[in-house]
C-alpha cells in the first residue's frame, strides 16, 4: 500500500522568505541540473514585464518548513503558452514525496483558472530522478530541445 504524498504549500515568494529560498540547495551530483535560486529570483523580477510574461516564484513549503522552490511562467500572448521555468527539492527533503506532492500541486495552481492545455518543462538527459518524476505524473519528451535540455509537454484534460 502506498502512503499518502505528504502536504505541501506554495506561496509566492516574498520578503520574508526569499533569503531562505536563495540557501536551499540540491545535492552536490545536482547541481549542474537547476539554476541557482538566486538566478531563478533575479530572472522573474527582470524579465516579468507585466504585458507579455508572468513569472510566479514559489516557495514550496510543508507546514512551516521551506522544502523548495518552483517557478512558472505564462506568456500573456498565447493563453496556451505555460511553463515550469524551475522546480527543486532541497537535498535534505528528497525522496520524501515532497516533488510529487509539490508538482501535482503546481500543476493544479498552473490550470485553476482554465483554459491551460499544454504545461512545458526542460530538462537535462541526465537527470533521470527529475525524468522519472515528470514521466510519472504525465509529461512526456517532445523530441524537441531547448539549449541542452529536452522539453517534456503535459496535455491538459479540461
Known amino acids: 500500500m502506498k502512503s499518502a ?11 520574508n522568505d526569499w ?12 547541481v549542474e541540473f537547476v539554476a541557482p535560486n538566486v538566478r531563478s529570483l533575479a530572472e522573474a523580477w527582470v524579465r516579468s514585464d507585466g ?21 512558472s511562467v505564462a506568456d500573456h500572448a498565447t493563453s496556451d503558452d505555460h511553463w ?11 525522496r520524501k514525496g515532497f516533488g510529487r506532492a509539490a508538482l501535482l500541486k ?6 485553476a483558472g482554465g483554459g491551460v492545455r499544454l504545461i512545458r518543462l526542460s530538462c537535462n538527459p541526465h537527470n533521470s530522478a527529475a525524468i522519472s518524476l515528470y514521466e510519472s505524473v ?3 519528451d517532445t523530441g524537441k530541445m531547448a539549449g541542452n535540455e529536452m522539453i517534456y509537454a503535459l496535455e491538459v484534460k479540461e
Request: avoid cysteine; charge should be positive; proline fraction near 5%.
Open 5 to 15: 504524498l505528504p502536504r505541501v504549500e506554495l506561496k509566492l515568494v516574498s520578503r
Open 19 to 30: 533569503e531562505s529560498v536563495v540557501k536551499l540547495s540540491v545535492a552536490p551530483d545536482q
Open 51 to 71: 504585458e507579455h510574461y508572468r513569472y510566479s516564484p514559489l516557495s514550496i513549503y510543508s507546514g512551516v518548513m521551506l522544502v523548495g522552490f518552483a517557478m
Open 84 to 94: 515550469i521555468g524551475r522546480f527543486m527539492i532541497t537535498h535534505r527533503h528528497q
Open 106 to 111: 503546481l500543476i493544479e495552481r498552473m490550470t
Open 138 to 140: 504525465g509529461f512526456a
